[in-house]
């Protein structure tokens, strides 16, 4: 397979053609065979030169044809251009003008372009006698050469090229071959006259009107672009426009209102460029006080609003110490009236709490770190219970209210669960069985008089209406139908209803 930067014979012959200014011309002389398997002949005529060739096709003929015009013309060759770079070579595909403005910034030189005016190419005849290429009505511009100045430091190069950007490579690049064996130079204190020039070297890539208004700002004048005047017919108007920077003004016309303000720019720049140069102020420092990396959080009463788990772990954050560890230890009770049991580990300290979820236990175990550890409670105990009353295993209110009563401390206040079992334990018992008696020193307690202990049956039923509503009809009733001594139920002390009732279902019941 061919090569596909080689160039084919053809344009090889249409290059020597051009360098003479002649035109190839192919002709097809004869073609034969059958259809399968034709043979073309095809003249090539290049001046007074005339070569001939065959082949199986027409471009293969032509390609013949061009090779024996190569090897046998007397023409003058041109010379063999000069190969090209390899893009792949440099790598990143850095442009010469940006490598020399990193190696210009070393040196603590400046890149300078500054464009000069285009020449055209000298000995330059255009062929108009190649038809559909050329057409003699028409007369297309000579191209020209565009030169740009470089300028680094105390060193000029010429570029040239036929755009201005490839102007400015080519001055790079030779800037690239002078400078780069050459030592950095060091840097001496520069004066306020090379400081200024300096200055005017940098503001020729700036436009004239930036320059009006950064010599404004810098003296603190007004700035103003006024249109005065149009003038001319609406193919050819001419625009008059006035600058004002403070107290200087000019003017400037132009065919557009960009290049007339660009021309009254250019000559109020010549009036301010007379102004004294004003002096350098320094500006004095200013120290800014350091901030702290972290807000201690130390106070007993830091974040007494807050959820005490995030406290905990701002606390410990401040401290730079490890964060809380937590762990579930255990949980127990009904499906529906579940009690979780969290621990908090600080360092040696551990606390636990207790909650009918894992985030309520998480919650009560912090608060109880939090208050071992010295600070000051998270939210009033008074507003805790109050958003915990009542709440299920899962953080809603619970489907069965429970009464609360002003009763004496020590009266144990039973869930439906447990009611639950005295049902089941009522079940397990021989229904109609007689009663029991136990004396009060069977119960403990030093008043006197029997009670009567009524069947399994009924036992849950007295116990649950004792409880809730602090009487009991049903065991009315069955002192009512004989099967007990007349005792008033309500004299019976609340103390005596839970040491009888826990007696009953095997409790213990004890005051902390």
């Known amino acids: 397979m061919a090569n596909p930067k080689e160039k084919t014979p053809m344009c090889l012959v249409n290059e020597l053609a051009r360098f003479n200014r002649i035109q190839p011309q192919y002709k097809l002389l004869n073609e034969k065979g059958p259809a399968h398997a034709k043979i073309f002949t095809v003249q090539l005529c290049l001046g007074n030169q005339v070569w001939e060739s065959e082949g199986s096709s027409i471009k293969k003929a032509q390609h013949s044809a061009a090779t024996k015009a190569l090897t046998e013309s007397v023409l003058p060759r041109p010379l063999p251009r000069s190969p090209k770079a390899d893009c792949n070579s440099n790598p990143g595909s850095i442009t010469p003008t940006v490598e020399l403005n990193g190696l210009a910034m070393k040196r603590g030189e400046p890149a300078i372009y500054r464009p000069l005016d285009p020449k055209p190419i000298p000995n330059y005849r255009a062929n108009y006698n ?65 400081k200024k020039e300096t200055e005017e070297n940098s503001d020729v890539s700036k436009s004239e009107i930036s320059l009006v208004y950064e010599i404004a700002l810098k003296r603190n004048l007004p700035v103003n672009f006024e249109v005065l005047k149009e003038s001319g017919p609406p193919h050819m108007k001419s625009f008059l426009t006035r600058v004002t920077v403070g107290e200087f003004s000019a003017e400037g016309e132009g065919n557009s209102k960009k290049l007339s303000k660009k021309r009254a720019a250019l000559s109020i720049l010549q009036e301010l460029k007379k102004l004294p140069v004003l002096p350098v102020v320094e500006k004095p420092k200013v120290h800014y006080k350091k901030r702290p990396k972290t807000i201690l959080k130390t106070g007993p009463e830091y974040g007494q609003g807050m959820n005490p ?204």
């Open 130 to 194: 190649f038809r559909g290429m050329f057409n003699q009505r028409y007369h297309y511009p000579v191209p020209k050469v565009f030169y740009v100045q470089l300028t680094v430091g105390n060193n000029e190069f010429i570029g040239e090229g036929r755009t201005r950007q490839a102007a400015r490579h080519n001055a790079a690049m030779k800037a690239l071959q002078a400078l780069k064996n050459e030592p950095i130079p060091e840097r001496p204190p520069q004066c306020s006259e090379e």
């Open 309 to 512: 788990i995030s406290r905990l772990a701002q606390i410990q954050q401040a401290k730079k110490e490890k964060e809380p560890e937590y762990m579930l230890l255990s949980e127990r009770g009904m499906p529906r009236r579940r009690e979780f049991i969290m621990q908090v580990k600080v360092g040696t300290e551990v606390t636990t709490g207790t909650g009918p979820n894992k985030k309520v236990a998480k919650r009560n175990a912090a608060e109880a770190m939090l208050l071992q550890l010295g600070y000051k409670a998270s939210t009033p105990l008074q507003n805790t219970l109050e958003k915990m009353d009542n709440k299920g295993w899962n953080g809603q209110r619970a489907a069965f209210p429970e009464t609360t009563t002003n009763t004496q401390k020590g009266i144990l206040h039973l869930s439906p669960d447990v009611y639950q079992e005295m049902e089941a334990s009522r079940n397990k018992g021989v229904p109609g069985a007689p009663g029991n008696y136990l004396t009060p020193k069977d119960i403990g307690q030093g008043s006197t008089g029997p009670f009567y202990t009524p069947s399994v049956g009924s036992t849950a039923a007295i116990a649950r209406e004792l409880l809730l509503s602090g009487t009991s009809p049903t065991a009315e009733a069955l002192i009512l139908k004989g099967k007990a001594p007349a005792l008033a139920c309500g004299s019976i002390q609340p103390s005596q209803q839970l040491e009888y009732l826990a007696h009953i279902q095997g409790f213990q019941v004890w005051n902390k």
